[in-house]
Antibody, heavy 123, light 107 residues
Framework: EVHLLESGGGLVQPGGSLRLSCAAS??????????MSWVRQAPGQGLEWVSI????????HYAASVEGRFIISRDNSKNMLYLQMSSLRAEDTAVYYC??????????????WGQGTQVTVSS | DIQMTQSPSSVSASVGDRVTITCRAS??????LAWYQQKPGKAPKLLIY???TLQRGVPSRFSGSESGTDFTLTISSLQPEDFATYYC?????????FGQGTKLETK
């Protein structure tokens, strides 16, 4: 059974930085066989896709709202996914979910999710 | 960007009712559409992918269909555990986009 465990959330001041981590386990095939993504949900709001990284770590895409401020990365030797967030704004306040994609890159679905980590940007 | 217009935003129904939720894509997305269920304080759960394929382990009362750029999630006979919020997601092109969500409430 796939298990995704996010960590690294917390309270940060506007303009600050934070690094989220997601530990993955239980994959049928190797961790590197699957693209991984971050999806967030602001308080009382809907889901917003943030970023995706291919299984091979070659290709990355970002939502316009975070482009240039967030960096997605992964360490396939450790089955870890990361999200480096900088220049944080109040509107980045959300629960951040780590999600497993069903394929290496495009043409797929998010078929497993972590329980989320709360990020609060406030002075 | 592809816009996903989901309707209704909320619906009140009773156990045993048939419920339909719709997502309309602003352009052709093929069958690259998934449906998710989310309960308060929990992560989303995949119900349907490729517009109409039931995820393993999901009850058969859930079904999905498509007609052009219109996609429908149907719950044939509501059960108590189905009261939740539902989202569609397109993965045809970046940025991936979710519908605004439909909150299914008890009447």
């Amino acid at each position: 059974e796939v298990h995704l465990l996010e960590s690294g959330g917390g309270l940060v001041q506007p303009g600050g930085s934070l690094r989220l981590s997601c530990a993955a386990s239980g994959f049928t095939f190797s961790f590197s066989s699957y693209a991984m993504s971050w999806v967030r949900q602001a308080p009382g709001q809907g889901l917003e896709w943030v970023s995706i990284i291919s299984g091979s770590d070659v290709t990355k895409h970002y939502a316009a709202s975070v482009e240039g401020r967030f960096i997605i990365s992964r360490d396939n030797s450790k089955n870890m996914l990361y999200l480096q967030m900088s220049s944080l704004r109040a509107e980045d306040t959300a629960v951040y979910y780590c999600a497993k994609f069903s394929s290496d890159y495009s043409s797929g679905w998010f078929n497993s999710w972590g329980q989320g980590t709360q990020v609060t940007v406030s002075s | 960007d592809i816009q996903m217009t989901q309707s209704p935003s909320s619906v009140s129904a009773s156990v045993g009712d048939r419920v339909t939720i719709t997502c309309r894509a602003s352009q052709d997305i093929g069958s690259w559409l998934a449906w998710y269920q989310q309960k308060p304080g929990k992560a989303p759960k995949l119900l349907i992918y490729a517009a109409s394929t039931l995820q393993r382990g999901v009850p058969s009362r859930f079904s999905g269909s498509e007609s052009g750029t219109d996609f429908t999630l149907t719950i044939s006979s509501l059960q108590p555990e189905d009261f939740a919020t539902y989202y569609c997601l397109q993965t045809n092109s970046f940025p991936y986009t979710f519908g605004q969500g439909t909150k299914l409430e008890t009447k």
